[in-house]
């Protein structure tokens, strides 16, 4: 089936390079300040995204919204609290947790005195026995008694060890009442309110931007990717006619896989059209007027296919 593509955009594709031809004056001598235009060996639609993209976040755990921290538009900071679960019943637990440990410790303590008695009376009983000052059954008797309560210390310490564990776990599970910020970055959509009824399957909670680099992502039409490489330099161009002036970039990398457009709209064109991601990092940071999500038009080429021609040449 024969490739449709919409009239500008094969007229931008196509007329690489672009002439022009020379300027005269009134003598009618060519000007020899003339340069020619800006050549381009492909040009790809794009839109201005950030590595990873936008940020989905959950909350962590069923429960219900007791207060939430931020607003839309808001800046956050990596670990700033955004919203908080009714707590009443992590909280409980971890009270729980702590009164079964501080009991598994006093019975490890009581233990240890004990033991630490009876192996004073087997010690001077055996003494005795030696000595011809004392029977060896009463001995033997205290020793195993001090055996015994070595054992039901050693229960005693394992027992407390498994109690620090399930407090942690009951902290733990208090900590995931709250929804913190993965990373620095701003709210761009909030979806809960108080008193709502949460759960991770639900949808995301917030939606954040990351603070990080501008990108453009750009489909590189499949006529076109041999003609693109890493390095290349190219002329981002904002689609909407906002009056943002043509900014630079270059190639960091082009895609392996073959797909679907996903920025084409007439769905005949978007079917027949087989692209490749290629992404371009800005030579210097783009205004904030370029948001993420905006489309552009990318201009490939050499620098040296664009540089201006010198006097004289």
């Known amino acids: 089936m024969t490739l449709r593509l919409p009239l500008s955009f094969l007229v931008m594709a196509l007329a690489?390079?672009?002439?022009?031809?020379?300027?005269?004056?009134?003598?009618?001598?060519?000007?020899?300040?003339?340069?020619?235009?800006?050549?381009?060996?492909?040009?790809?639609?794009?839109?201005?995204?950030?590595?990873?993209?936008?940020?989905?976040?959950?909350?962590?755990r069923d429960g219900v919204v007791a207060?939430?921290?931020?607003?839309?538009?808001?800046?956050?900071?990596?670990?700033?609290?955004?919203?908080?679960?009714d707590t009443k019943?992590?909280?409980?637990?971890?009270?729980?947790?702590e009164a079964e440990l501080k009991q598994s410790k006093a019975q490890g303590n009581l233990l240890e005195a004990r033991l630490k008695a009876a192996q004073q009376r087997a010690t001077r009983l055996q003494a005795a026995a030696t000595a011809g000052a004392g029977d060896g059954q009463s001995a033997d008797d205290a020793r195993d008694?001090?055996?015994?309560?070595?054992?039901?210390?050693?229960?005693?310490?394992?027992?407390?060890?498994?109690?620090?564990?399930k407090l942690e776990a009951a902290r733990y599970e208090l900590a995931q009442r709250s929804l913190v910020a993965p990373v620095d970055?701003?709210?761009?959509?909030?979806?809960?309110?108080?008193?709502?009824?949460v759960s991770p399957?639900?949808?995301?909670?917030?939606?954040?931007?990351?603070?990080?680099?501008?990108?453009?992502?750009?489909?590189?039409?499949?006529?076109?990717?041999?003609?693109?490489?890493?390095?290349?330099q190219a002329q981002v161009i904002d689609d909407s006619g906002s009056g943002v002036p043509p900014l630079r970039a270059h190639v960091q990398r082009i895609g392996a896989v073959f797909g679907p457009s996903a920025l084409e709209e007439d769905p005949l064109i978007r079917a027949n059209t087989r692209t490749v991601e290629c992404v371009?990092?800005?030579?210097?940071?783009?205004?904030?007027?370029?948001?993420?999500?905006?489309?552009?038009?990318?201009?490939?080429?050499?620098?040296?296919?664009?540089?201006?021609?010198?006097?004289?040449?």
Not at 28 to 36: D, F, L, M, R, T
Not at 145 to 165: H, I, K, Y
Not at 293 to 298: A, C, D, F, N, T
């Open 67 to 85: 207060d939430i921290k931020v607003r839309e538009g808001d800046h956050v900071r990596k670990g700033q609290v955004l919203a908080v679960l």
């Open 201 to 232: 399957q639900g949808g995301a909670a917030f939606v954040l931007l990351p603070e990080g680099a501008r990108l453009v992502r750009a489909e590189l039409n499949e006529s076109f990717v041999s003609a693109v490489h890493d390095g290349m």
């Open 145 to 165: 008694a001090a055996t015994q309560l070595q054992g039901e210390l050693d229960n005693a310490r394992a027992a407390e060890a498994m109690g620090e564990q």
């Open 280 to 313: 371009l990092a800005f030579d210097e940071p783009p205004p904030p007027s370029l948001r993420i999500g905006q489309r552009v038009i990318v201009q490939f080429g050499d620098k040296a296919a664009a540089a201006p021609a010198k006097p004289g040449a």
């Open 16 to 60: 690489a390079p672009v002439l022009v031809g020379c300027s005269h004056d009134d003598s009618g001598k060519p000007n020899a300040q003339a340069a020619p235009a800006a050549s381009y060996v492909a040009v790809a639609r794009g839109r201005i995204d950030i590595e990873g993209g936008l940020l989905k976040l959950s909350m962590p």
């Open 185 to 197: 970055a701003q709210i761009v959509e909030r979806n809960i309110q108080p008193g709502a009824a």
């Open 89 to 97: 019943p992590a909280q409980l637990a971890v009270s729980a947790a």
